[in-house]
């Protein structure tokens, strides 16, 4: 029985490293910057599934080696100083290995350039929307007590750097290739996370503060944004598209797009009149 158990435990093994290397599970194929994400992670896989292959092969051995045999008896070692030290020491090598590289992949992923345009993310039961800067470059500020049906993102109709603000609800963002994009995320009502597997790239988005992380979009297309935190009964209705195209091909859909002032012209000009 004790040897039928250890040649489940090695199929285990043997299955689950052939499940890995040939079932097509992988990654999407990137589209940004964040090789050193893909990295990380294959890294994780390597580290974990040693451990997990030493541990389970390890197990079969023990059952095998030390299966019930008539007038064998168990020896009574409650310590050993030498295994001891080496499990301490492997173990802290393991953790130190998976962990370390992802903190100099975060310090890498919150460091924006300074080039970087910004483009603000905001999360709502249950759909994205985004706002790119005008002509100032500026993105005006925005607080959620000015939100209504004519001011769906909650700008500060009063601040002149929002007038010109782009705002897009309920359609695609687009996205120049190969420039750098600060991503500002806010949210109007829960916790939300906006997730393109392409990009490498995910962040919550929270609602009272502001979140952000930064990449370059290395491949033109289209690619589908979703909410990777349960937000309630719409959550996985909650997509959006990223398109990503060439710098003139975004200019000309930026040049098409409303700003705040046209699309919400009551709130900007009693605004004004004040
Ligand atoms: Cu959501």
């Given at each position: 029985m004790a040897i039928a158990v250890a040649l489940a435990?090695?199929?285990?093994?043997?299955?689950?490293?052939?499940?890995?290397?040939?079932?097509?599970?992988?990654?999407?194929?990137?589209?940004?910057?964040?090789?050193?994400?893909?990295?990380?992670?294959?890294?994780?896989?390597?580290?974990?599934?040693?451990?997990?292959?030493?541990?389970?092969?390890f197990m079969a051995f023990c059952l095998f080696r030390f299966r019930h045999k008539e007038g064998r008896q168990a020896a009574y070692e409650p310590e050993n100083r030498g295994v001891e030290i080496w499990l301490a020491m492997v173990t802290a090598m393991g953790?130190?290995?998976?962990?370390?590289?992802?903190?100099?992949?975060?310090?890498?992923?919150?460091?924006?350039?300074?080039?970087?345009?910004?483009?603000?993310?905001?999360?709502?039961?249950?759909?994205?929307?985004?706002?790119?800067?005008?002509?100032?470059?500026?993105?005006?500020?925005?607080?959620?007590?000015?939100?209504?049906?004519?001011?769906?993102?909650?700008?500060?109709?009063d601040d002149p750097n929002g007038r010109d603000d782009v705002v897009i609800v309920g359609a695609d963002l687009h996205l120049p290739l190969g420039k750098p994009v600060k991503v500002l995320l806010r949210s109007i009502?829960?916790?939300?996370?906006?997730?393109?597997p392409e990009f490498r790239a995910k962040m919550d988005s929270v609602p009272g503060l502001v979140s952000y992380f930064w990449f370059i979009p290395t491949r033109a297309g289209t690619f589908e944004s979703l909410c990777a935190a349960f937000c309630g009964v719409g959550h996985p209705q909650m997509r959006a598209n990223v398109v990503v195209e060439s710098e003139d091909g975004f200019q000309e859909w930026l040049r098409k797009q409303h700003t705040f002032a046209q699309s919400s012209p009551q709130t900007t000009k009693a605004a004004a009149r004040r």
């Open positions: 435990l090695v199929l285990i093994v043997i299955g689950s490293v052939a499940f890995h290397l040939l079932s097509p599970w992988w990654l999407t194929p990137i589209a940004s910057n964040w090789r050193y994400i893909d990295d990380t992670i294959v890294l994780t896989f390597w580290i974990t599934g040693a451990g997990f292959i030493i541990v389970i092969l953790v130190v290995a998976l962990l370390a590289p992802g903190l100099l992949v975060w310090s890498q992923f919150i460091t924006v350039p300074k080039d970087a345009a910004e483009v603000e993310v905001v999360g709502q039961q249950w759909q994205w929307s985004f706002r790119l800067p005008g002509r100032d470059g500026k993105l005006g500020v925005s607080d959620t007590k000015f939100v209504d049906s004519d001011n769906p993102l909650g700008l500060n109709p009502d829960v916790v939300h996370d906006f997730y393109v």
